[in-house]
T-cell receptor, first 111, second 114 residues
Framework: GAGVSQSPSNKVTEKGKDVELRCDPISGHTALYWYRQSLGQGLEFLIYFQGNSAPDKSGLPSDRFSAERTGGSVSTLTIQRTQQEDSAVYLC?????????FGPGTRLLVL | AQSVTQLGSHVSVSEGALVLLRCNYSSSVPPYLFWYVQYPNQGLQLLLKYTSAATLVKGINGFEAEFKKSETSFHLTKPSAHMSDAAEYFCAVSDPKGYQKVTFGTGTKLQVIP
């Protein structure tokens, strides 16, 4: 079946612009995670959605970052007023039972 | 609180040699443990997982890992390295309760030398 998909695969933007990153989870997976992977770093947890519960936003690095999940499916991560330090790979994962399944990521470059 | 330490950010082995990637964890409760592999420009793919059943876990591509509670370790091994094993490997730990927030290690890049 289809896996987790993310779009765009690559995004180049100018400092100060807003960007939106999209994640389509595997159908039926109620849990969805966003992570950030910077060069040479591990995965940094950003935000977690589980069903209709309030999301866990504890990993968002600043108020420029926000995410929503519509209809319990597609999720959008928004970064406002992008900074060069936001350049990273943003990974989305959906979870079934005990296992997370990852998308290919969006590579964001802020010039 | 939970954490994962991967010893060695880079590991090089010869083709055909044993692969050993080290992972130690810290968790206040019996954990779930995972190994993921990431090939260049791709997302993470699950290699294997420990979820409190058998302590020796076999995964895809000939990899296996053993959960050792006394050593708080979950090292990844493969008897004979292939060139295709060159990738970055991440160990991860989660709390079985609650919503299973997963904490990842910083990764180990495996180089396979022909």
């Amino acid at each position: 079946g289809a896996g987790v998909s993310q779009s765009p695969s690559n995004k180049v933007t100018e400092k100060g612009k807003d960007v939106e990153l999209r994640c389509d989870p595997i159908s039926g997976h109620t849990a969805l995670y966003w992570y950030r992977q910077s060069l040479g770093q591990g995965l940094e947890f950003l935000i977690y959605f589980q069903g209709n519960s309030a999301p866990d936003k504890s990993g968002l690095p600043s108020d420029r970052f926000s995410a929503e999940r519509t209809g319990g499916s597609v999720s959008t991560l928004t970064i406002q007023r992008t900074q060069q330090e936001d350049s990273a790979v943003y990974l989305c994962a959906s979870r079934l039972d005990k296992t997370q399944y990852f998308g290919p990521g969006t590579r964001l470059l802020v010039l | 609180a939970q954490s994962v330490t991967q010893l060695g950010s880079h590991v090089s082995v010869s083709e055909g040699a044993l692969v050993l990637l080290r992972c130690n964890y810290s968790s206040s409760v019996p954990p779930y443990l995972f190994w993921y592999v990431q090939y260049p420009n791709q997302g993470l793919q699950l290699l294997l997982k420990y979820t409190s059943a058998a302590t020796l876990v076999k995964g895809i591509n000939g990899f296996e890992a053993e959960f050792k509670k006394s050593e708080t370790s979950f090292h990844l091994t493969k008897p004979s390295a292939h060139m295709s094993d060159a990738a970055e490997y991440f160990c991860a730990v989660s709390d079985p309760k609650g919503y299973q927030k997963v904490t990842f290690g910083t990764g180990t890049k495996l180089q396979v030398i022909p």
